[in-house]
């Protein structure tokens, strides 16, 4: 039904949106490269016949109207903001084929009972500012005003963001869904992991969405002399920073389950011959199971803890952001296996690692995934890559997943 041919050049041409030399995608949150890319994906979705708008937290959304316009909606997508450097795949993939799905509906006169809205959600990646989701938490209405006031590397806050964007953020809360206007949200992901390349299989249903923290640590020293200062006489804040991380891998490791990632570390002054004053780096931990990830943390705290003391620096901690584990939905899942089945593709089951919209729409609705195979498992980088076969395959099931959702009662 849905024409792999259509979503494969236009997750091609919307790749090269935000394109660097380098190869990766960098397409942040409120920036040009985002606005061209909405700009874009918004010319699909009126190609696809939907009727297309922002919401007040810039929010993209196509709209398809159901038999009955007034019962909850089935929502459909992803997002377009990408990681520094990242691939064309991960967010995009879900949103173009939510507009496949529903203008593949719209092509052969399929009409549901239910609405379907695409939805391309405002920054998931979180990689401009502390914490990412912006979109989702607003349209779960739990996005707080004063997290508008949280600031990108540059100073700028959400909230001037947004208005350099013409968004008004005082008008954000409108975005927020009333309880029961949404019947269930389905997203397409690439799976960015290597479980479905080990399996063989180009497509798999997802059980449950790990849960993580962000917190970031505060090492602070005393800058001195590289050459002239003994070793015996130094509180050099990176050599803690060196042993904390290093715990941090020993921690994790421990369960078999969680992962520790330092991703992010920042020097001052950065001087090739200066002991460092400070150091700061950001920590992200994650498991399934929220009790087995805050246990470990507090462990990596405890010896942080024994670590800075021992050095005589000085550790503060700080949570950016925390996303307890959720679990999909039965009703979706079960859609998605009717959907794999009727297509002749075995139903595979695994969890996501990596976190995705439908933690912040588990509140108020059903929620549930598709995975596409990841060549190599390689995400959030330029070497990201699906196959043309796998993705259409993926949007065939995601298809038949959202017509089951969006005709019934
Ligand atoms: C704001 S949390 C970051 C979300 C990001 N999601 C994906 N799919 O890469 C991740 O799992 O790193
Ligand atoms: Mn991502």
């Known amino acids: 039904m849905i024409q792999g041919e259509r979503l494969w ?51 993209l959304i196509g709209r398809k109207e159901g038999a009955n316009p007034d019962a909850p909606v089935v929502l459909v997508g992803s997002h377009l903001d990408s990681v520094y450097n990242g691939g064309c795949f991960d967010g995009p993939l879900g949103v173009l084929a939510g507009v496949e799905v529903v203008q593949t509906m719209n092509e052969h006169g399929v009409v549901t009972h239910h609405p379907i809205e695409v939805v391309a959600f405002t920054d998931e990646e979180g990689a401009r500012f502390r914490f990412g989701m912006i979109g989702s938490r607003a349209m779960a209405g739990t996005l707080l005003p004063e997290a508008l006031e949280c600031r990108d590397a540059n100073g700028i806050s959400i909230a001037e963001a947004m208005r350099q964007t013409g968004l008004d953020p005082d008008r954000l809360p409108q975005a927020a869904r009333k309880p029961g206007t949404v019947k269930a949200y389905v997203e397409l992901h690439i799976e960015q992991g290597r479980v479905l390349e080990e399996a063989g299989l180009p497509v798999g249903i997802v059980t449950g969405i790990a849960g993580l923290i962000w917190v970031k640590f505060i090492i602070e020293g005393k800058a001195e002399h ?110 998605a296996e009717r959907a794999c089945k009727q297509l002749g593709y075995p139903p595979f089951w695994l969890p996501s690692g990596a976190a995705h919209d439908g933690v912040q729409l588990a509140p108020i609705c059903p929620i549930g995934m598709i995975f596409v195979r990841s060549q190599d498992g390689v995400s959030h980088s330029p070497a990201e890559w699906s196959t043309k076969e796998d993705c259409a395959v993926g949007a065939e099931v995601l298809y038949h997943t959202v017509w089951q959702l969006a005709q019934g009662e």
């Open 9 to 59: 050049q236009r997750l091609m041409e919307l790749g090269e949106v935000g394109k660097k030399p380098s190869g990766g995608v960098t397409r942040l949150s409120f920036t040009a490269e985002e606005r061209r890319a909405k700009d874009l994906v918004a010319s699909y979705m009126r190609e696809a016949g939907l009727f297309v708008y922002e919401d007040t937290a810039g929010n």
């Open 226 to 335: 590289a050459g002239a200062t003994p070793m015996s006489l130094r509180r050099d804040p990176m050599a803690a920073a060196a042993q904390i991380i290093t715990v941090i891998e020993e921690e994790a490791r421990r369960t078999g389950t969680t992962v520790g990632t330092v991703g992010q570390l920042h020097v001052y002054p950065g001087g090739i011959n200066v002991i460092p004053e400070r150091v700061e780096f950001v920590l992200d931990l994650r498991d399934l199971k929220a009790e087995v990830r805050d246990q470990v943390w507090n462990d990596i705290a405890s010896r942080a803890e024994t670590i800075t003391k021992e050095r005589n620096v000085r550790l503060t901690t700080e949570r950016l952001q925390e996303m307890a584990p959720v679990l999909c939905s039965e009703v979706v899942k079960q859609a």
